[in-house]
Structure formats: C-alpha cells, structure tokens
C-alpha cells in the first residue's frame, strides 16, 4: 500500500518530469568527439552534458547508422527521452540518470562499432552485441515486421538500460524524479518488447482508433509520445480520486488522443 505522502512524492516527479517532456528540445551541439571512432566508452558518455548526448544520438543517426539503412531515423524515441532529460534539467554529469543513460548510449556506440566491424570489443556491456544484432538484422531485411522490430528494439534498449542501473557501475542513488522518469521509459520499452504477443489482439482491424494509437506510441521513430502523453499521464498522477478532475483527464485525453493518428512530427 502506498502512503498519501509516497503517492504525493510520486505525482510530483511525474508532474515535473512529464510536464518537462511536454515542449520539444532543440540543441546545437558540436558533434561528440567519440563521433569519428566510435570508440567513447560510458565513463567518457557519463562525462557529457544531455545536449551532447542528443547531439550524438542524431550524428550516429545522420551519418554511421546510415549504412545499414537509408535514412536512418530508428533511434529518435532515444532523442525524445533524451530531449525529457534536458527540458527537466535532468541528467547532469555525477548524476544517478546520467549513468544510467550513459550505459544506453555506450551500447548504441559499440553496437555500430561491433556490426560494422570496427571493433569486436563490447566493452561488457551487454547490449552492445543485441545493438550489433539489431543493426545487421535490420540491413538484412530480418526487421520489416513491426512487432518483430519492436522486439528486438525494446529488449536492445533495456538490457542496456538495466547494465547502468547496477550499482557495480552506478555508484549514485535515485532521486524520486529520476525512478518515476525510469518507470515511464521502462514501461515504454515493456510495451516494444510485448508487441507480438498485444498487437494482434488491438488489430481486429487496421483501422481501429486503439490499434492506431497504440501504433503511433509504438514506433521508435516518433520522439513525441513522451511529450504528447505527458498531459494526460500528469493529470492521473496528480488527481487520484477526486471524479470533477478526472473528467478533466478525459478533456486532456481528447486533445492528446489525435496525435495517435497524425503520426510523427
């Protein structure tokens, strides 16, 4: 059972967190320096600011990834996240979140690094060679089903995630914003790594509105769930019980609820 006082702990790091992530991000960062090597490891990541981080995600993007597939955009869901952290001053160097998002990110580098035979060292973190797998399915045409990609997208990511939430390589505490922020993400990736077996059963047709949202939550080209959902996801998380404001939750939901359908901006 949790306390009124943990719940209103709880509701305050998602308001605050969430509420970060409603207004997108834009940083002009000078690419990272590991950029050219592929070489950074997640001490060196953990040492960068979030807009350099988010710099790295689209450099990686825009050029290294490129090679295995045209116009590579698989990885912007990260910069959403990424994006989270910066507009709730979240992130900063020393931080529990840092290291934790620095692990992720050390997996991306080495997984371009491994799959395209820059390196055979994983620098053991083990998402790296689910990384490598991913990007050499993907050239290979192995990830054209959706659920099939999400899967080894979201099982890609957490493992990576899980690897900087060790202690071994975490030595910080979790404030309560950055666990409720974790939380959120996590969800996200259960959600990816759940497809195959959800999909079906939101698709009785292509054209049901809880397939198309679920959908467009779910595509990891889309930075803007986190964003577009923080309204509705503040007002649970802030009104429990009182009914006047969760009806308001509904207004919320219906003005959030379109951008299922609109896909990717």
């Not at 910069?79 to 934790?100: D, H, L, N, Q, R």
């Not at 050239?139 to 054209?144: D, E, I, P, S, V």
Request: charged share 15%; aromatic share 8%.
């Amino acid at each position: 059972m949790i306390s009124p006082l943990m719940w209103r702990a709880l509701s305050l790091a998602l308001t605050v967190v969430l509420l970060a992530a409603i207004t997108p991000v834009s940083a002009q960062v000078a690419p990272a320096p590991c950029l050219a090597t592929l070489s950074c490891d997640r001490a060196e990541l953990a040492a960068m600011t979030m807009p350099e981080r988010l710099a790295l995600v689209r450099d990686l993007q825009r050029g290294p990834a490129q090679r295995f597939e045209r116009g590579f955009a698989r990885w912007r869901a990260i910069e959403g996240i990424i994006e989270g952290f910066i507009a709730g001053g979240m992130g900063a160097p020393g931080t529990w979140i840092s290291y934790v998002d620095a692990a992720g990110l050390e997996a991306l580098v080495r997984g371009v690094a491994l799959a395209s035979r820059i390196s055979t060292d994983d620098y053991g973190n083990p998402g790296a060679q689910l990384w490598a797998g991913y990007l050499t399915d993907l050239a290979a045409g192995r990830l054209t089903v959706k659920a099939v990609h999400n899967v080894a997208w979201g099982t890609a990511e957490q493992t990576s995630i899980d690897w900087g939430t060790a202690p071994a390589g975490n030595p910080v505490r979790p404030t309560l914003p950055e666990l409720a922020f974790y939380a959120v993400s996590a969800a996200y990736r259960l959600l990816l790594r759940q497809e195959t077996t959800l999909a079906p059963a939101l698709r009785p047709s292509p054209r049901e509105p809880l397939a198309a949202c679920y959908d467009w939550l779910t595509d990891t080209s889309n930075p803007r769930p986190f964003r577009d959902g923080a309204q509705f996801l503040i007002a649970l998380a802030t009104t429990p019980g009182d009914l006047s404001a969760i009806a308001g939750t509904l207004d919320r939901l219906a003005a959030v609820y379109p951008a299922c359908t609109k896909g990717p901006r």
